[in-house]
């Protein structure tokens, strides 16, 4: 089958891969352009483990084909901290938000994506944007107890 | 109580660190198994049965092979004969030989140059079945007339007249039941049923392994135990095990799945076929739920005695478990034992029966066996507390287990905290909120034994004064946090100057998983005993250079001081000065114990949830959940809190939503997360916790081992709680909307 080339930016850089046309643009973070911060947990759209955002909306990499990148602007948890670790990547290590850590990138992606939207969240309005986060090993109590510090300590910074 | 408002004589443990691998883990680079890749990696791909129980009657691979890129082709006839007893059961479930057992049972595996292309050649591989008849239901499984699935499985123990899918049976007990059941006021009798469920870890199987032809080989693998991976391998394939280097990878989750090997052999006996090319190898999510270690699923009697005032006179269950096409992994051994462990009762008698059904071979689930055997026990419990209006907690306090009751399983208990969780749990407010219409409560307690096991831990002192500790067990949830603070606090030096890593097999002794809740216990005693060598030699070294007795030398705050008649002749030596001097005092300075360990100590916990239930629809949501339980001594109450909270949620998606849904076809029908339905954040409310300490005497710091007994009591509570809210008792896991209604409407 032949490949189709695909010029794309991810967290700022521009990037250029080749892909078969089945392969999704999770196959190709982790496979093409070696970022394997996005995690697979079941390739159905179903655990959030993927997640990054695509021209700012939130979505599950292993849902969207490689090809459809093209052109896009394309952010994973590689890019969430610059110098400094983003305010919700602190905030989950101080909370002990994690345990196994493998639904933490798709979480981390997704509750920025709801902070940019909506600075001060109801724990309700929290637990619904995650709902398609599963995690196994926290019960996300910590979880949502960590995204409610960051969003906090992000509006007193404002 | 947690350390955070108590004050003791620690430093370090009790406090809330940051995790040393938090920062890799919040920003992408920690490397789980699927992350791993070497340099001209192939993919492989896995056939698997559709059907439940079928004859192989031939495996064609000869198109798959006829494609450019493929590399190799494995089915059973690749591997070594002649082996028995568990080694065959493993090597018969990495690829099924005669028979395929069970839906999703691999019977074939294709590596090549990409994982589209493994995809395409593995549906190339022609498999011809002679479909045969099959039972997946435990019950069914027994009863007369089932199909045997597997002849001869019945070991000893085994009855005559029982159904040949009977594995396995077992009994023991003490004291004159007929008498216990006579001196009761009332005597109630029932059956339950649990589901199996899945552990449900979100990071699937995954490896990647290299193997040449003189049959050595590395593996790179997301593990419990990679000791565990690196015998089981070796014997499915007839190599020798020092062969066999085995690293493993940060983990993704694994509750006890992660413990054995499910495909591991595939990728090292394809990667000799190819010549010696590492592969890779990664489940998709419906593989790990059609062939990776659900937990059995159960059918259980239960019989209780009780007086007006609540004294349990005497107890009898009879378990059916099933754990998959293979003997020996139903969790009977562990769940008769802990059916009565939290009480203390004058007469019990316990059997059961393992079965084997056409279904994939069952794995350890968090406390294996102890959450079936609480829903059956605490259930009635709760049934016959409700009939007789007595407070389940005073019920309990009057009949549970204390410090050197003899355990209804037989040793006598050292020191345990049941009482005081139960005292906890009374105490707490939620146990006095008012409850409103079609709102219930509920209450009940679990155990889990706790584990020592293999261990082997080193430590070396570094020259700047820092020291790296070597453990075998893998960190699922913050335990490099607490072996940490456990070794700086012996030590006597900050928590940032300890690094814990965790090896691969060719750097220690032999290491068991971590499961069992042993890992903090077990690593986190050898740590401290590897620090302490270490500190004596420290010792030494300071009293050499003072020219004193080492016995006059005493380890304080990460210094030696002179002591006794030397006390102040001479400044402390700091195990910084002490590591920069080493290589000239006697060279590096390290500790190291191995051990199996023993005075593990027993855990308890008692949780109280309320929920309401839609009368409508008979949806069940949990308004508020209370976990109490004894963790000896938190060493890190965060991850102790985890602990309980993920246990908690794992045991309200047991006893809510999670089942194994097989067709009459004998094939899983929900074999993806959408159908499979684990507890998301909306369904959960906030999962409070009190941590009860009463230190385990086994330990240094008093560790018992936190990660078990949490999923223990979620699933008769909150059964009880729909009892409370609705009049129906759901007897058969899980309380579903549809099954809650329909019990709704069958009371009328
Ligand atoms: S891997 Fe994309 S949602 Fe699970
Ligand atoms: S921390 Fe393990 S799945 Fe969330």
């Known amino acids: 089958m032949s490949k189709i080339h695909v010029t794309t930016t991810v967290n700022g850089d521009p990037v250029e891969f080749l892909a078969d046309p089945r392969e999704t643009l999770l196959d190709a973070l982790r496979n093409h352009l070696d970022l394997t911060g996005t995690k697979e947990g079941c390739g159905t759209g179903d655990c959030g483990a993927c997640s990054v955002t695509v021209d700012g909306t939130l979505v599950c990499s292993c849902l969207m084909l490689a090809a459809e990148a093209n052109g896009k602007r394309v952010e994973t948890i590689e890019g969430m901290a610059g110098e400094e670790l983003h305010p919700l990547q602190r905030k989950f290590i101080e909370h002990a938000a994690l345990q196994c850590g493998f639904c933490t990138p798709g979480i981390l992606v997704a509750a920025k994506a709801l902070l940019e939207r909506n600075p001060d969240p109801t724990d309700t309005e929290i637990r619904y944007w995650l709902a398609g986060n599963l995690c196994r090993c926290t019960g996300y109590d910590k979880i949502i107890r960590a995204v409610q510090d960051a969003a906090a300590e992000m509006r007193g910074a404002a | 109580m947690a350390r955070d408002d108590v004050k003791t004589g620690y430093k370090l443990i009790g406090t809330r660190p940051n995790r040393p ?31 439940a129980h079928a004859r ?6 000869s198109k798959a092979l006829a494609l ?32 395929a057992l069970y839906d999703g049972h691999a019977v074939a595996a294709v590596a090549a140059t990409s994982a589209l292309l493994a995809q395409d050649a593995a549906r190339l591989i022609e498999v011809e079945y002679e479909v045969l008849p099959h039972v997946t239901d435990v019950d069914a499984a027994m009863a007369p ?11 000893y123990s085994v ?19 007929d008498a216990g059941f006579a001196a009761a006021d009332i005597v109630r009798e029932q059956t339950y049923k649990t589901e199996a469920t899945h552990q449900g870890y979100i990071e699937p199987h995954a490896c990647v392994a290299q193997m040449g032809e003189d049959g050595r080989g590395e593996m790179w693998v997301c593990t419990q135990g990679h000791w565990y991976i690196r015998r089981m391998c070796a014997s499915v394939l007839g190599i020798e095990a020092a062969g066999l280097r085995v690293t493993p990878s940060e983990i993704g989750g694994g509750f006890g799945g992660k413990t054995t090997i499910f495909m591991e052999p595939l990728p090292l006996a394809l990667s000799k076929k190819a010549g010696g090319r590492p592969v890779k190898l990664v489940m998709s999510r419906s593989e790990v739920l059609r062939a990776t270690g659900p937990t059995a699923s159960a059918s259980m009697d239960v019989k209780l005695g009780m007086k007006t005032d609540g004294t349990i006179t005497a107890g009898q269950v009879f378990f059916r478990m099933q754990g998959g096409a293979f003997p020996g992994m139903s969790p009977i051994g562990e769940a008769l034992p802990c059916a009565f462990a939290c009480y203390d009762i004058p007469a019990l008698k316990h059997e059961a029966v393992e079965v084997i059904a056409n279904r994939p071979k069952a794995a350890a689930y968090r406390a294996p066996g102890s959450p079936m055997a609480a829903f059956a026990v605490e259930s009635l419990v709760d049934e016959m507390c409700r009939e007789l209006k007595l407070d389940p907690i005073a019920v309990r306090l009057k009949n549970g287990a204390k410090n050197g009751s003899k355990s209804s399983y037989g040793p006598v208990y050292n020191v345990i905290g049941l009482q005081e969780t139960l005292e906890a749990a009374k105490a707490h407010p939620n146990y006095a909120i008012p409850l409103g219409p079609n709102q219930g409560r509920g209450v009940a307690s679990g155990f889990w034994f706790n584990h020592g096991g293999e261990t082997s831990v080193s430590l ?3 020259e700047d004064g820092t020291a790296t500790v070597m453990i075998g067990t893998p960190d699922i949830g913050g335990s490099r946090a607490s072996i940490g603070l456990m070794v700086a606090e012996c030590l006597g030096i900050p928590y940032e100057d300890v690094r814990v890593n965790v090896v691969e097999t060719g750097a220690l002794g032999v290491n068991e998983p971590t499961h069992g809740s042993r ?26 250079d003072w020219g004193i007795d080492a016995e006059a030398v005493e380890w304080k705050d990460g210094a030696a001081h002179p002591a006794g008649p030397n006390a102040g002749k001479h400044p402390p030596m700091t195990i910084g000065e002490i590591g920069s001097k080493m290589g000239s005092t006697g060279g590096p300075i390290s500790g190291h114990h191995e051990v199996t360990a023993g005075g593990y100590g027993a855990s308890f916990g008692t949780h109280v949830v309320d929920v309401e239930v839609d009368p409508e629809t008979g949806r069940t949501t949990v308004l508020r959940y209370l976990v109490v339980q004894d963790a000896g001594t938190a060493i890190h109450p965060a991850y102790v809190e985890g602990q309980y909270q993920g246990g908690a949620a794992q045991g309200i998606g047991w006893a809510l939503n999670e089942e194994y849904v097989y067709g009459t076809d004998g094939r899983l029908q ?68 549809p099954k809650v209604l329909a019990a709704i409407k069958a009371k009328g």
Do not use: W
């Open chain 2, 159 to 177: 009855p005559e007249g029982m159904n040949g899918n009977v594995a396995r049976y077992m009994e023991f007990g003490h004291g004159d039941v």
């Open chain 2, 519 to 544: 890992a903090t216990f077990a690593s986190g005693k050898a740590a401290v005993e590897s620090a302490r060598q270490a500190i004596a030699e420290m010792c030494r070294r300071a009293a050499a």
């Open chain 2, 145 to 155: 007339g089932a199909p045997v699935i597997r002849e001869g499985v019945a070991d």
């Open chain 2, 460 to 462: 070396a002192v570094g």
């Open chain 2, 21 to 51: 691998d938090g920062l890799d883990k919040v920003t992408g680079r920690a490397r789980y198994g699927a992350d791993f890749s070497l340099p001209g990696m192939l993919h492989a791909a896995v056939v698997r049965s559709p059907h």
């Open chain 2, 670 to 737: 929900n074999p993806i997360f959408l159908d499979y339905r684990i507890p998301v954040a909306s369904d959960l409310p906030m999962i409070d916790t009190v941590i009860v300490e009463v230190p385990n005497p086994g330990h240094p710091y008093g560790v018992r081992g936190v990660g078990e007994t949490g999923i223990t009591p979620p699933l008769p509570a909150i059964a009880s709680a729909i009892a409370g809210a609705t009049g129906a008792r759901i007897r058969s896991l899980p309380c579903s909307p």
């Open chain 2, 68 to 99: 450019d890129g493929v590399k190799a082709v494995v089915t059973r006839a690749d591997l070594p004969t002649g082996l028995t007893g568990e080694e065959l059961n493993l090597q018969d479930n990495t690829l099924a030989g005669e028979k």
């Open chain 2, 56 to 61: 192989i009657v031939k495996i064609d691979a």
